[in-house]
């Protein structure tokens, strides 16, 4: 009996103790959510009145040639990065598990560009790719002479893109060199020393030892890696507005030219869907919860 109380008193305190959490979580994620799904079925207009339309929202949608663009748009961006992030960081790591000289000071080097404001290297990268001064344009007319023309490639939405995947490779490859680091540090040095006696050379070992024990880690980080980028705004926004992808287009349609919020709401709703999704896959798959 008295431990029946006591577990119930256990139970009260650890309630009063999560419920401040809870509170901010329901205000702050919960809420937002349940009111842009609410704003789908609306016509929003700028002074506040809202008319209820039904699924129009999402029927215009889905016949407005921009919002496929920009799905596609999406998706190169994220083949390119989560690619390009995982391979880099997978080398970089395999790099950095290796014994060498001023190792420790490498290793904090790479992870600059990951803690480096974001608004700091945009303008970095801004002036690298500059038509007329930049560094880009220099190394490859009047050093190189590869070409007559300066290119302005961030201006250019099919260039910008894939110059925003290269911002994206680099900004955010220490992440997945991070994960797959700690990973090899515990993999045993047995492991690599039984392959070479069975006459594994260095790329053997690497192929049947070291890919699958990183198997686990490697998944975490693409999974993750579309997660995030799916809703990735301020570096392609801040670095070139021009490529539209999916959160790009939501803020355009919300707060650009013919203001469109219940559109936006709608499109929202449906990469929310699609982000469910995911990290369904992620839980189930990855994590086998």
Same mark, same amino acid.
């Given at each position: 009996?008295? =431990?029946?109380?006591?577990?119930? +008193?256990?139970?009260?305190?650890?309630? !009063?103790?999560? %419920?401040?959490?809870?509170?901010?979580?329901?205000?702050?994620?919960?809420?937002?959510?349940?009111?842009?799904?609410?704003? =789908?079925?609306?016509?929003?207009?700028?002074?506040?009145?809202?008319?209820?339309?039904?699924?129009?929202?999402?029927?215009?949608?889905?016949?407005?040639?921009?919002?496929?663009?920009?799905?596609?748009? =999406?998706?190169?961006?994220?083949?390119?990065?989560?690619?390009?992030?995982?391979?880099?960081?997978?080398?970089?790591?395999?790099?950095?598990?290796? /014994? $060498?000289?001023?190792?420790?000071?490498?290793?904090?080097?790479?992870?600059?560009?990951?803690?480096?404001?974001?608004? =700091?290297?945009?303008?970095?990268?801004? $002036?690298?790719? #500059?038509?007329?001064?930049?560094?880009?344009?220099?190394?490859?007319? #009047?050093?190189?002479?590869?070409? #007559?023309?300066?290119?302005?490639?961030?201006?250019?939405? *099919?260039?910008?893109?894939?110059?925003?995947?290269?911002?994206?490779?680099?900004?955010?490859?220490?992440?997945?060199?991070?994960?797959?680091?700690?990973?090899?540090?515990?993999?045993? !040095? #047995?492991?690599? /020393?039984? %392959?070479?006696? *069975?006459?594994? +050379?260095?790329?053997?070992?690497?192929?049947?030892? &070291?890919?699958? /024990?990183?198997?686990? @880690?490697?998944?975490?980080?693409?999974?993750?890696?579309?997660?995030?980028?799916?809703?990735?705004? /301020?570096?392609?926004?801040?670095?070139?507005?021009?490529?539209?992808?999916?959160?790009? $287009? &939501?803020?355009?349609?919300?707060? %650009?030219?013919?203001? *469109?919020?219940?559109? %936006?709401?709608?499109?929202?709703?449906?990469?929310?869907?699609?982000?469910?999704?995911?990290?369904?896959?992620? @839980?189930?798959? @990855?994590?086998?919860?």
């Amino acid at each position: 009996m008295a =431990s029946s109380i006591l577990i119930k +008193n256990e139970a009260r305190l650890g309630l !009063k103790m999560v %419920a401040p959490a809870i509170g901010i979580i329901g205000l702050l994620v919960i809420y937002p959510i349940l009111f842009n799904i609410y704003l =789908s079925f609306f016509d929003v207009q700028l002074n506040g009145t809202k008319t209820f339309v039904g699924l129009d929202n999402y029927s215009d949608l889905l016949g407005n040639p921009r919002y496929y663009h920009s799905i596609g748009v =999406s998706v190169i961006y994220l083949l390119g990065t989560v690619i390009g992030t995982t391979v880099l960081g997978l080398a970089a790591a395999v790099l950095m598990n290796q /014994e $060498f000289h001023f190792r420790n000071i490498a290793r904090g080097l790479i992870l600059l560009p990951y803690f480096a404001p974001v608004i =700091s290297v945009v303008f970095g990268w801004q $002036f690298i790719f #500059d038509p007329v001064n930049g560094i880009y344009n220099h190394v490859v007319v #009047d050093v190189l002479h590869l070409t #007559d023309t300066r290119e302005n490639l961030i201006g250019n939405p *099919d260039s910008a893109l894939f110059v925003v995947i290269l911002f994206d490779i680099w900004k955010h490859f220490p992440i997945a060199y991070l994960l797959l680091l700690a990973k090899l540090q515990s993999v045993p !040095k #047995d492991l690599y /020393e039984a %392959a070479a006696i *069975d006459g594994q +050379n260095a790329w053997g070992r690497f192929w049947h030892v &070291t890919l699958p /024990e990183l198997k686990f @880690v490697i998944a975490t980080v693409v999974l993750l890696r579309i997660i995030w980028n799916l809703n990735r705004f /301020e570096d392609v926004y801040l670095l070139a507005p021009n490529v539209e992808t999916l959160p790009i $287009f &939501t803020y355009y349609q919300a707060f %650009a030219g013919i203001v *469109d919020q219940g559109g %936006a709401a709608a499109i929202s709703v449906i990469q929310l869907l699609v982000l469910v999704g995911l990290i369904w896959l992620y @839980v189930r798959k @990855v994590l086998k919860w």
